[in-house]
């Protein structure tokens, strides 16, 4: 039987994540880790992402799930690179999983490797994947009290998408309390209010992304931000 | 530092789980463990239960949560004893929480034992609580595919609720897609369309559950199911 430590883990972890993060900073790629729950809208968000930043990044995607290839399929349709993990049961991706996934995509060219992590507000919180930026969604549906619930996962994110908002005429949800509580999580995190499918405020968050990415290539020498 | 290996906790937890499930049934209580995604409506559709439960059975609840105590509040508000478990961190229950919060619940009188898991469709999946009867709520906006996602967490539940479906009317949701998933992963589970909210469905899955804790307290002496 193998005995493993979690607090060696999460430290093998953190090293790795700093070599992925060196790795696609040399290489000029500006890497994304999405999270949220299951159905908070991630792969629809992407989706309507891709389309808004043709022609001013150029992405790639590593699809992170328990089963299945449901979410790669449909960033696959799009004609844009993208490689599958399969957790078999493990409730977020690793850095060491990105790196083996990183090895398996045709990164020519591509400056924004965007990782979309398990449905999963409490186990992603703790893993640092060697990203630039990391980006939690929330959709309307979840309910307002998210972040009172699972403070983590917000405190450590750089940017909050509040999605689904085409419901809020259907829905309780307070989306002032929630800007209130992602301001005292983390002041300095963007907050973001769209509806993918229908496109509402996508145009802002494609720019804001696709600054961020050219930033960060010009910026490659500068100290990668911490995330742990 | 201490190292503690996963295969034995999990063989642990379920010999504690086992104890649970004899002091409750011994104790003439039914025990229900209630699973799904953060915001899937788990203390909604409890609160909606609980109104129509009345004078058939009476419940007391395990309210398990990362931080906060949103949840228990809104029981407690009900009048209905409960406990709030804060996981700080962890992404579910285990049996030895079930154990020592059970010891702080004035159960006298209860026959219904409702525990509310953390809202996760992954790590919850591994942890028998003790439970007599494990059931997963599914919200329409969570999306159709989540079974093909997360096929575990499904596979082992008794019965499938599926939420907020008055929502259908905005949402690309194929129902009878999760129907014919879950025939497949659990052919034994029941499965109930529910708006918790309007109370639409709910008189059913409440009919069905109060006779799920009769029939439990009837049969005390019968071997309890297998959820490991």
Chains 1, 2 share one sequence.
């Not at 490689?83 to 400056?111: F, K, P, S, W």
Request: with cysteine.
């Amino acid at each position: 039987m193998k005995i493993v430590a979690a607090k060696k883990i999460l430290k093998a972890n953190d090293q790795l994540a700093e070599e992925n993060r060196e790795r696609f900073t040399s290489a000029g790629i500006f890497g994304v880790n999405i999270v949220g729950s299951p159905g908070s809208g991630k792969t629809t968000l992407l989706e309507a992402l891709f389309v808004r930043l043709k022609g001013r990044a150029k992405p790639a995607v590593i699809e992170g799930d328990i089963a299945g290839s449901i979410d790669a399929e449909r960033i696959d349709a799009m004609g844009i690179p993208v490689v599958q993990i399969n957790t078999e049961g493990a409730c977020h991706l690793d850095a060491n999983m990105i790196a083996a996934a990183a090895r398996d995509l045709d990164l020519e060219g591509v400056d924004l490797l965007v990782v979309e992590n398990v449905g999963n507000l409490v186990c992603t919180a703790g893993f640092d994947l060697g990203e630039h930026l990391r980006i939690v969604v929330l959709s309307v549906p979840e309910g307002d009290d998210k972040l009172a619930k699972y403070p983590a996962i917000f405190q450590g994110s750089d940017a909050l998408v509040i999605t689904k908002i085409d419901l809020l005429p259907y829905i309780k949800f307070d989306v002032d309390r929630v800007i209130g509580d992602m301001v005292r999580l983390a002041p300095q995190a963007e907050i973001f209010q769209v509806a993918a499918i229908k496109g509402e405020g996508m145009d802002s968050l494609a720019e804001w992304l696709a600054r961020k990415c050219h930033a960060g290539k010009r910026t490659a020498d500068n100290p990668a931000p911490d995330h742990s």
